[in-house]
């Protein structure tokens, strides 16, 4: 927890984008008091591991959980959702709440998770030096995003023609879906230091487009 206070207050002097958004956080005490009980669980999961290798499966998974969080508002960010569309996708996560409130709670969701998971992948990368927070993690977190944004556009679909327009991309989910249980399974089962033959494999792309390109789970 320490280890990751101290990356937060560095944000507010670097000029990443990971670090704007997660520098926020330092602007108001109440922000930063509930990022710290939240992230305080969240380590918490992963220092009640006795093991090594207990501790690095448990932060793999944390950062899972905190790619698929910050999804949706990556995809309002994305897609410049504005007006009914932006209103339709609120109601399908928050129900028919306020919306100005649940863009809100939302907004907030997604300040508080990116900033646990820059730290997340600090402690990953710099202090525990796992392998899978370079290439593979990031790859997955590209991967969920292709599955999300086809997930949402088909979702939000309201006209013949568009609906017809997403036929393939609804077609196309259960293989996306499929995509990332796999790779899922494969970071977890992952050493922590690989070989640098782990990267050649053949994948195919989500419009169905097939090349020789790096990736990072093996052959399918």
């Not at 959702?81 to 339709?88: E, I, P, V």
Request: with cysteine; net charge negative; hydrophobic share 35%.
């Amino acid at each position: 927890m320490e280890e990751s206070e101290t990356r937060l207050e560095m944000a507010a002097y670097l000029q990443s984008p990971a670090d704007t958004i997660a520098s926020r956080i330092l602007e108001s005490k109440e922000a930063y008091r509930r990022w710290e009980a939240e992230h305080n669980r969240l380590m918490r999961a992963v220092s009640d591991q006795t093991h090594f290798d207990g501790q690095i499966g448990a932060l793999r998974t944390t950062v899972f959980g905190l790619v698929h969080r910050r999804a949706l508002f990556e995809y309002l960010r994305c897609r410049h959702l504005s007006g009914r569309k932006r209103r339709h996708l609120l109601s399908i996560y928050y129900g028919y709440r306020d919306y100005a409130n649940a863009m809100i709670s939302e907004h907030g969701n997604y300040v508080r998770w990116s900033s646990s998971y820059l730290c997340t992948h600090h402690l990953g990368e710099h202090l525990m030096q796992d392998a899978a927070f370079t290439e593979p993690l990031q790859l997955y977190e590209e991967w969920y995003m292709d599955y999300f944004r086809t997930y949402c556009d088909v979702e939000l679909a309201d006209t013949d023609e568009e609906r017809q327009a997403l036929i393939p991309l609804s077609e196309l989910r259960p293989l996306l879906k499929h995509r990332l249980s796999e790779a899922r399974q494969a970071i977890l089962a992952m050493p922590r230091e690989v070989e640098k033959d782990w990267r050649e494999v053949e994948i195919r792309k989500p419009n169905g487009d097939t090349q020789r390109m790096k990736a990072l789970f093996g052959d399918h």
